[in-house]
């Protein structure tokens, strides 16, 4: 689809339960009926960055700050393993205590599990990726946020958008299965924009792509702002689908902290992923991204079981498989 047919389905809601429907076909047909659990471990909640919708943006000081040590995440690392999970997120705020040498002996060490490792640790220089890449990480996860060049400098102080392509393309090159997406629902974000960030995630030739609504956070400067939209945000994440088939696309927290079913909907029109957190339970309600998240007093066992049932309720099931794209067997 070229941005002017995107547009026009963005803006009409006429149509909408048969596009999620085809978005379920097509994802039938080009990626199957089982389902890909990924275990997430959040492992620092300490960012240096101050991205106006993030709760874990540094100048808020209402947090209480915590990181993980090697051994804890690799420990949580092998809970997530002995509860069946094929592989492993590690996920934190952009935090510089984590230095290559002690990243990529954490890669090192999990990658010994037979699991495959993906990680979400911000923008990162090329050498860096690199090295990561060299210790055994499969897959890299940076949301591109919004394509709107304008919003974009608006909402990240300090950041630049040349720079956030700039790892996107790293990554390709280095051979990483690189994961971006965007938000829904920001602040003058427009459908034409929305339209843009599904093209981006065909032109960088995305393997995965997440998609949550913007849920604003009480110690950010968007408290005041109106929250995304659940339906719009399936909308994208729909469209995302049908443009890039064969690619993985979860279920987002975000999706189901603003719908009770988010997920299950999620899955039945063109998700095919689900990211279970896996983190100890103490440190989950202070991975405050935004308000709301699910599962924040639930241990690591429960989440699966809960998951599991969910998935089979709809009469899928869970792949056995690490999931990589268009490599189903791996
Ligand atoms: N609402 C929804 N999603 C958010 N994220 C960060 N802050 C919020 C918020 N307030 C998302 C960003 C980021 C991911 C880890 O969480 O898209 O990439
Ligand atoms: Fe955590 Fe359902 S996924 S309780």
Redo the contacts with the bound molecule.
């Keep these: 689809m070229n941005k002017e047919e995107l547009t026009e389905i963005l803006s009409d809601n006429s149509n909408n339960n048969r596009l999620y429907k085809e978005a379920d076909r097509v994802r039938r047909e080009n990626v199957g009926d089982k389902v890909h659990l990924r275990g997430l471990i959040e492992f620092s909640n300490i960012c240096k960055r101050q ?1 106006k ?4 943006r540094s100048p808020n000081k209402d947090v209480e700050r915590y990181r993980i040590l090697k051994d804890d995440i690799i420990n949580t690392a092998a809970n997530a393993v002995n509860l069946g999970y094929r592989t492993i997120v590690l ?1 934190s705020g952009e935090d510089d205590y984590y230095d290559t040498d002690k990243i990529t002996e954490i890669i090192r060490e999990i990658k010994k599990f037979d699991v495959a490792l993906t990680l ?1 640790i911000g923008e990162k220089t090329y050498d860096e990726f690199k090295e990561f890449k060299k210790a055994g990480a499969d897959r890299y ?3 591109i ?1 919004t394509t709107d060049e304008n919003l974009y400098k608006e909402m990240h102080p300090h950041a630049s958008y040349e720079n956030r392509k700039r790892c996107l393309y790293d990554l390709k090159s280095l051979g990483f299965e690189t994961g971006t ?3 829904v629902g920001l602040p003058n974000q427009t459908i034409e924009s929305l339209a843009d960030d599904i093209l981006f995630f065909k032109e960088i030739d995305a393997d995965m792509i ?1 998609i ?6 009480e110690q ?1 400067p ?1 408290k005041d702002a109106s929250k ?1 939209d659940f339906w719009l945000a399936l909308k994208v994440m729909a469209l995302t689908r049908i443009n890039l088939p064969n690619i993985n696309i979860p279920a987002t927290t ?1 999706m189901e902290t603003l719908n009770p079913q988010g997920r299950i909907i999620a899955l039945q029109s063109g998700a095919n992923v689900v990211m279970p957190n896996v983190t100890s339970t103490e440190y989950r309600a202070k991975y405050e ?2 308000p709301g998240k699910i599962c924040i007093n639930d241990q690591p066992e429960k989440c699966r079981g809960c998951i599991e049932g969910k998935i089979r309720a709809i009469g899928r099931t869970i792949s056995k498989n690490k999931g990589f794209r268009n490599k189903p067997n791996l």
């Design positions: 991205c919708y993030c709760g874990l996920q979400s996860l940076l949301r946020e997406g965007c938000l997440g949550g609504p913007f849920i604003p956070h950010t968007l995304g975000a991204i935004y």
